[in-house]
């Protein structure tokens, strides 16, 4: 466990703490503001560890580490220059995306593109020769300035017989020629682009071929520079909006259009970035992306959900090369040291003391640090001593299952796979799970501006970390949003707190119990059978989903097991045994099957609901020590019993038939009835006849008659079943004609509710101007009424049917 130093993000928190005091980093020094940030790591970094040691994460933390420990340091200086000393690193002159608040250099992925609306402007540019003049379309008017060039593709007819001749820049007078290049797009614009190699990456490409020269007119921190002319001073939109309104008066600008695309932003402080020319540090990524690609198509590393594998080859295999500089402070600073005399650059593991070429102790480091995702890349080998050959990295590396969200595949687990690769010769982990992202019950993402976040922390707290563990699992389905709301996380709550009480009536009813022989226990009945069965496929499913990171699939079935056959069925069915046992082997055994399947469902349990889990383990008898190092369960070929479960299915058949017509006829649940009982085959017939005591029990029975015929006695409601048929005995328990008069008042009221619902809906001012949730919430009501109306008319053609038997 342990965290990355998040670079831009913490030197930018510690300098609006620095802001507040009145001062600045360059006033304070380089090491002092060190010191500083140091001092709030100590403070805040905790806070993180804190979290996750509440959601119940299982980890060592004696092994907790961070990226600017000493050790990972080491292993960031060994990785830099052995990288370097292959030709892997080099620096140079490049358009990077660049940070005018930040006052850093970002790489791609740092950069976050959002649609925006703007504006295409057209404008002219005469040629010298004053013969006419060539229109190009451009987003960003005020880089013109610093135009080298116009190009047009060299097969473009409007082009053709003007390629080579001389236009003249507007404002700044200067020559510059009409080129041809095939990376132009004929149909953007009016096919001509106007080439500014030090602001826009692809001009600076084509610029380079062209042997073009380079000027810069906008500066680091976003103002326009000595270039820009009496442009200078200006910020970069403000001198956007200058230079329109005197190219309306001049007669430069031709037209104006609305335009919508995409406009990189800063990832940390949301500023928009500018393409800047600088000379910044790179990785050449191809070398390294190549053995990773190789690795996943070989199936080396799976990422699963296997869509994203689609994604990853994607990108990599358009990687470009990747800036690792950054121009703050917080950071591992660059292991380069150049000579102030002869001008050699010096990269190496320690301090040089003087220059290796001229000797010259007159040395200064970089001042630039490593991108944070530089040493995350390490990860999975520095924090295991790596240079070294510790007994860790040889036990540890490579990992089992990396767990992750999407939004950092590239960030971080691309590059962990190349330099895993690259350093260990093998992959740093053998499954990358790609989990959801969690969203609101409308399908929107959460966010502070839309009021809709759900703070775990808070949810923990409320109901409880099991709970919010366990609702997370459940709708954790592969390639799906995780849908949560408040609501679906206290539906869990009661789902802990059936586990409490059905832990709590077993140990309070396993008091004394001894662990018995065999021999001192009856045969397991019908009873025992069943559960075991259906424990065993419930272990079964449990692991398959686990294996194939199924979270919700295996959170499902041990839910389904223990709330509606453990607690439900099994729980129930039991009690006469241990409260009214017809011996004490036959109360021993009902023990015995109790606790063995009470502990292997906690075990089950286990990795979605820790905390009482371990409660519940460590209360039973026969246990010892703490249940994350006991073992997990195993399906036991001896447990499978489908006799079992198909006799049990009769049974269930015939009390969910009998409750379900006592629920729909209104039948007060203390009141006894008689039932007149078809089976529809003989084994139904002995199953029902030796467990008659169960079934009058569990549905308030009095009398049970078997009939041999298929046949419907008189004032019976009627359930068919598959093996068997139930009637219900109505006379002297309904009184028909006041239950009739009681669903047709209730039908009447439905009507009118569904009425309003369905006259609401049909109104379209409704449906485009209230609030999302509100529309869905009223057509979730419409259906529930729906719903509802027809359960209830089914009641009345019920009693119908009897009145004319």
Known sequence: PGMDHAGIATQNIVEKKLAEEGITRHAIGREEFIKRVWEWKEKYGGIIINQLKKLGASCDWKR?????????????????VRLYNEGLIYQGNYII??????????????VEHEPTKGN???????????????????????????????AVHPDDPR????????????????????????????????GALKITPAHDPNDFLIGQKHDLEVVQVIDESGIMNENAAKYKGLDRFECRRKIIEDFKKDGTLVKIEDYEHNIGHCYRCKTIIEPYLSKQWFIKIKPLAEPAIKAVKEGRTRIIPHQWERVYFEWMENIRDWCISRQIWWGHRIPVWYCEDCGETIVQRNEPSKCPKCGSTNLKQEDDVLDTWFSSALWPFSTLGWPEETPALKTFYPTSVLVTGFDILFFWVARMMMMGIKFMGDVPFRDVYIHALVKDLQGQKMSKTRGNVIDPLVMMEKYGTDAFRFALSVFTVQGRDIILSEERISGYRNFANKIWNAARFSIMNLEGFDFPAESEMEKPDLFDRWIMHQLNNTVEEV????DEYRFNEAAQSIYQFFWHEFCDWYLELIKPHLYKPSSLKRKR???????QTLITAIKLLHPFMPFITEEIYQSLPGTEGSIVVASFPKPK??????????????IKEAINSIRNIRGEMDIHPSKYIDVFIYPKDDNALKILSEHELWIKELSKVEKISYLKEEEEPKKCAAAIGDRVNIFVLLEGVVDLDKEKKRLMKEISNIDTDLSFVKKKLSNKNFIEKAPREIVEKEKRKKEKLTEKREKIYKQLERIQRIEFA
């Open 64 to 80: 907790q580490r961070f990226t600017m420990d000493e050790g990972l340091s080491k292993a960031v200086i060994e990785v830099f």
């Open 97 to 110: 995306n660049w940070c005018p608040r930040c006052q850093t250099a970002l790489s791609d992925l740092e």
């Open 120 to 150: 295409l402007f057209y404008l002219k540019y005469p040629f010298e020769d004053k013969t006419g003049f060539v229109i190009v379309a451009t987003t960003r008017p005020e880089t013109m300035l610093g135009d080298i060039a116009v």
């Open 159 to 190: 082009y053709k017989d003007k390629i080579g001749k001389t236009l003249l820049l507007p404002v700044i007078g200067r020559k510059i020629p009409l080129i041809a290049d095939e990376y132009v797009d004929m149909e953007f614009g009016t």
């Open 543 to 546: 692991i398959s989903s686990l």
């Open 589 to 595: 055994r009902a023990q015995n099957t109790l606790l």
């Open 637 to 650: 070929k001896e447990s499978e019993d489908y006799q079992a479960y198909k006799d049990m299915t009769v």
